[in-house]
């Protein structure tokens, strides 16, 4: 069998994660262009892709023994796919089809102390170890994670396959007239240039570090640190910002809409991302999508998602942080070109594309 003779092909895809954030965002993109013929999820969270001719029931939480016992293994046999695709790491463990699996990031892996029990550690050591195994093709996010799955798993280097994701087409700049409400919706002083982070409080994002950063930036008293996400409803005791005396110069927004998402990389004159580790780190590419400069950490794979239009810092220096604060926060408008053109080169098009050839690959290896 080669390649051409798969132009028919039949992929399914657990599609459970699709209302959420993160991995949801690719399983909502890869719905709609990858071209699969059967989804299995929540029937509700299915209805809008009415393009996939087949939708199977699969209702479980993610991760753990229930979602092994209620996989619909006799439900998707009788559908005969080519392929079955698994968009993270929580392969069934009695399918016997044939399988791709895109694996995201090993955070749990290459840092087991963020853990809350040695067990969870032990469980994911498993489950990657089986997807190594157990998979036909396996895809990676980035270079980084590619590096991290030969490290710990010992994999098979020529089923793996680095595809990068993409910006969605929403990322785009705005007018100054229409993020202007932000200012009174979040009582943001117009005066002030805006360092925006968008997250959550899992260790590895490393906010505490960003948070100290911040506090030795020179002119902060002239800047307003924002951040944006669920974990930011209302003052929390895992930040500590009036320790470090910066309370009254950093604004929560908890989670927010969408268009206010859009609206803040927009708004903001400098976008921050510390973590320590992240698979692909998707925030960078929509802030630089929206025209806003970057700095991260110079860690994992987010100099690949920077390239040279990002600034990059030790996440593990507070000082670090400082200056790449400090010489960054007037860079706004001075690399537009250079940025425009390293984030066409990231597409859900072209990921969904990729993903579909490996499908093929997948289909058409030996069993």
């Not at 921050?272 to 692909?280: A, Q």
Request: hydrophobic share 35%; proline share 5%.
């Amino acid at each position: 069998m080669n390649n051409t003779e798969k132009t028919d092909l039949k992929i399914a895809i657990d599609a459970r994660m699709v209302s959420r954030s993160g991995i949801g965002t690719c399983i909502q993109h890869w719905l709609k262009d990858v071209g699969y013929s059967i989804a299995l999820g929540v029937p509700k969270d299915l209805e809008p892709y009415d393009n996939i001719p087949k939708h199977i029931s699969f209702i479980s939480s993610i991760y753990g023994y229930k979602e092994q016992l209620k996989f619909p293994y006799r439900a998707l046999y009788r559908e005969k796919p080519d392929v079955l695709h698994i968009p993270h790491c929580n392969v069934p463990l009695f399918y016997r089809g044939k399988m791709m699996v895109t694996i995201h990031d090993l955070t749990h892996l290459v840092y087991p102390q963020f853990l809350p029990f040695k067990l969870v550690h032990l469980y994911f050591k498993f489950i990657f170890w089986f997807v190594s195994k157990r998979a036909d093709q396996i895809i990676t996010v980035s270079e980084s994670t590619k590096r991290d799955l030969l490290r710990f798993c010992k994999t098979d280097e020529s089923k793996i396959t680095v595809i990068p994701l993409g910006v969605g087409s929403e990322f785009v700049k705005k007018t100054s007239s229409e993020i202007e409400y932000l200012y009174e919706k979040f009582g943001i002083p117009r005066n002030k240039k805006i360092l925006l982070y968008v997250g959550n409080l899992l260790p590895h994002k490393n906010l505490n570090k960003l948070l100290e950063g911040f506090a030795q930036m020179k002119g902060r008293e002239n800047c307003r640190l924002v951040l944006v996400g669920k974990t930011f409803d209302g003052r929390t005791k895992a930040t500590y910002e009036k320790d470090l005396g910066i309370e009254d110069i950093t604004i929560h927004t908890g989670m927010i809409s969408q268009e206010d998402l859009v609206s803040f990389y927009n708004l903001a004159d400098l976008f921050v991302l510390p973590s320590l580790y992240e698979g692909f780190g998707l925030p960078v590419l929509e802030a630089l999508a929206c025209g806003t400069p970057v700095v991260c950490s110079n860690t994992s794979s987010l100099p690949e998602v920077g390239g040279n239009v990002a600034k990059y810092f030790d996440p593990n220096d507070a000082s670090s942080i400082a200056h790449a604060l400090e010489n960054s926060i007037d860079d706004k408008g001075k690399y537009d070109a250079e940025i425009k053109e390293w984030v066409s080169r990231f597409t859900w098009k072209a990921c969904s594309e990729k993903i579909k050839q490996v499908a093929i690959k997948t289909a058409c290896s030996g069993k």
